[in-house]
Nanobody, 123 residues
């Protein structure tokens, strides 16, 4: 099983990035997928979630209207489009896979995690 995040980097405030999470070794359509982030000295927090069929979605208040989660089952990839980036969005971003929608905020119940990709928003 692998979840490989990519697309992170250094971007100026107001800029955009698109993160990708390519999965292998499990059936993507059987899992709800999420993006979490962890800033230095802070706990890992949920950013966005998308249901296994791509119908249910959730974006936390701090990113709603700026970030959009999506998935392409054929490409076995989950995306996070990030627009209007702010310095406070600086963090390592992780994708995760979980079986139950009710567990999306409970990290200990996740089946799989990626290793993360660094996003730095700075001028």
């Amino acid at each position: 099983v692998q979840l490989v995040e990519s697309g992170g980097g250094l971007v100026q405030p107001g800029g955009s990035l698109r993160l990708s999470c390519e999965v292998s070794g499990f059936t993507l359509s059987s899992y709800h997928m999420t993006w979490f982030r962890q800033a230095p000295g802070k706990e890992r927090e949920l950013v966005a979630a998308i249901g296994n069929l791509g119908v249910s979605m959730r974006h936390v208040d701090s990113v709603r209207g700026r970030f959009t989660i999506s998935r392409d089952t054929a490409k076995k990839t989950v995306y996070l489009q990030m627009n209007s980036l702010k310095p406070e969005d600086t963090a390592v971003y992780y994708c995760g896979a979980v079986k139950k929608w009710s567990d999306i905020v409970t990290m200990k119940n996740y089946d799989y995690w990626g290793l993360g990709t660094q996003v730095t928003v700075s001028s």
